[in-house]
């Protein structure tokens, strides 16, 4: 059973940054691209960012292009989304996701179709 377990969410102040982690378990890790989506109130979810399955090639939404740092740790199989200069606009639900076919390439993962996480709160305000 694949389970994906976001955690690292919380409230910061603009210009601040948080780094959210990801716990996946149920499939090997390491043969998937995997990437962050997010959703703010009253708003479809959203590509954040996406990594290849060896680490070698990401993808940003321009939104976060810069700002924005996607990696991860095979032999954890942790996923992790490191987040600077935090906005108000990035108030939202972050949720990691993993393919539910073998995508490996990061340029690919928007395509996909995707097993989630439950998300995990981060709030921006002064």
């Known amino acids: 059973q694949v389970q994906l377990v976001e955690s690292g969410g919380g409230l910061v102040h603009p210009g601040g940054s948080l780094r959210l982690s990801c716990a996946v378990s149920g499939r090997t890790f390491s043969s998937y691209a995997m990437g962050w989506f997010r959703q703010a109130p009253g708003k479809e979810r959203e590509f954040v960012a996406a990594i290849s399955y060896r680490g070698g090639n990401m993808d940003y939404a321009a939104s976060v292009q810069g700002r924005f740092t996607i990696s991860r740790d095979n032999a954890k199989s942790m996923l992790y989304l490191l987040m600077n200069s935090l906005q108000p606009e990035d108030t939202a639900v972050y949720y990691c996701?993993?393919?539910?076919?073998?995508?490996?390439?990061?340029?690919?993962?928007?395509?996909?179709?995707?097993?989630w996480g439950q998300g995990t709160q981060v709030t921006v305000s002064s």
């Open positions: 996701a993993l393919p539910t076919a073998r995508v490996q390439s990061a340029h690919d993962y928007r395509r996909s179709n995707y097993h």
